[in-house]
């Protein structure tokens, strides 16, 4: 996390310890953008994808204008799904306790044939990033 020229929080994901610029950055879209005003952009080497708050608390991740997957649960528990646009699972993040001495932590999990650094980006965003700049947080009975 850090701030922008414009004062904006804004999430950078990094592969590996030693990479020196992010492979994503989320944040606010910049001045002059088309896309709305009340969602997070995702930029990175391979384009651009937009995170947008739906109507029913749902988030929606779309690239060059077509729905890629929906983010959906429960924010508060940490009891999140991600579905594809035809609504196959394609990975979850939940809080758990098993293994680490009983610690409790995250759990993504994201399945095969997903982008897993797009899927992580979105969940950290709507996790750090979604109280600021989107109103409200993600709560769905599903």
């Known amino acids: 996390m850090r701030r922008d020229d ?12 030693g990479a020196r610029t992010p492979c994503t950055t989320v944040g606010p879209p910049k001045p002059g ?7 997070l952009d995702l930029r990175g080497p391979h384009g651009l994808g937009n995170l947008t708050l739906q109507g029913n608390g ?3 991740m779309s690239a060059q204008g077509q729905p890629l997957f929906v983010i959906e649960g429960n924010e508060a528990d940490l009891d ?6 035809d609504g196959r699972l394609v990975g ?10 009983g610690e409790e932590h995250v759990e993504f999990r ?8 797009m899927v992580v980006s979105c969940i950290l965003a709507v996790l750090f990033l979604c109280g600021d700049g989107l109103g409200r947080a993600l709560t769905i009975q599903a």
Not at 7 to 13: C, I, N, T
Not at 33 to 39: G, K, N, V
Not at 80 to 85: G, M, T, V
């Open 33 to 39: 953008s088309s896309s709305d005003p009340d969602s």
């Open 92 to 101: 979850a993040v939940s809080c758990n306790d098993a293994n680490f001495s």
């Open 110 to 117: 994201v399945l095969a044939g997903t982008d897993p650094v």
């Open 80 to 85: 999140l799904r991600i579905s594809a646009r």
């Open 58 to 60: 749902s988030f929606l």
């Open 6 to 17: 414009e004062g904006q929080r804004v999430l950078e994901v990094f592969q590996g310890l």
